[in-house]
């Protein structure tokens, strides 16, 4: 199998080298800046294609021209055929921590011909690309508190597209969630405890004024003792 993000080239230093029994497809070149399809090319001396799977192949009956300067063909191609969407995996990161700079998501694509990718933030898209590789990476460190969404999206070379959504949320860091739980605790404790103490130095003022009434009336004097 040959999947590139360019072409497979055979430069103009190669010579007399055998390409066979490949499957070579949807790969990109370009000309004066032109994104085109194509496949391989060829400007070496005396290579050789033979018996390689080629997703253009037309069954034109001359064969499968090569592009490039040595004007080579593959004089027994056939057609490459791809009946399988991509599949695709994502790292199990449900929930993490503001600001943990370990934190990101990896996808993993299988596919023998993936060719490109879309990656949305929350509906919004973030990243875009062609597929050199079978997995992307992307860092969490940057995300805000709460509950976010990503969405992959791939094509294969045939048009076919795979989906992956996945949410993350993240949460306030430990340090914080600790300075919260005490500053919580001392508001409550002073709630509670004022109260209280506001009972109790009123109960001791009530208590003290009945004394002073007491004494009062202990001390007045009463004639009625004298006229007895």
Not at 7 to 14: C, K
């Amino acid at each position: 199998m040959i999947r590139e993000l360019f072409p497979y080239v055979l430069s103009a230093t190669t010579e007399s080298i055998l390409v066979g029994q490949n499957s070579v497809g949807w790969n990109i070149g370009s000309d004066n800046g032109v994104v085109i399809p194509r496949n391989a090319y060829d400007s070496g001396i005396n290579n050789f294609w033979d018996g390689n799977r080629w997703c253009d192949y037309r069954f034109s009956g001359i064969g499968y021209e090569i592009s490039g300067d040595s004007f080579s063909v593959d004089a027994n191609p056939s057609l490459l055929l791809d009946f399988s969407a991509p599949t695709l995996t994502v790292s199990d990161v449900k929930s993490i921590v503001r600001g943990d700079s370990d934190a990101v998501l990896n996808w993993t694509i299988v596919d023998e011909f993936p060719v490109s990718y879309e990656i949305y933030h929350n509906e919004e898209i973030i990243k875009e690309g062609y597929l050199t590789n079978d997995f992307i990476t992307q860092p969490l460190v940057t995300l805000l508190y709460g509950l976010h969404n990503f969405t992959i999206s791939v094509g294969d070379g045939v048009g076919y597209i795979e989906t992956l959504q996945h949410f993350v949320n993240v949460n306030i860091e430990e340090s914080v969630v600790v300075s919260l739980i005490v500053s919580v605790g001392i508001i409550a404790s002073v709630i509670v405890i004022l109260p209280l103490d506001y009972l109790r130095r009123k109960r001791k003022s009530e208590k003290a004024i009945l004394r002073e009434k007491e004494n009062s009336e202990d001390s007045k004097f009463d004639i009625s003792e004298l006229l007895e």
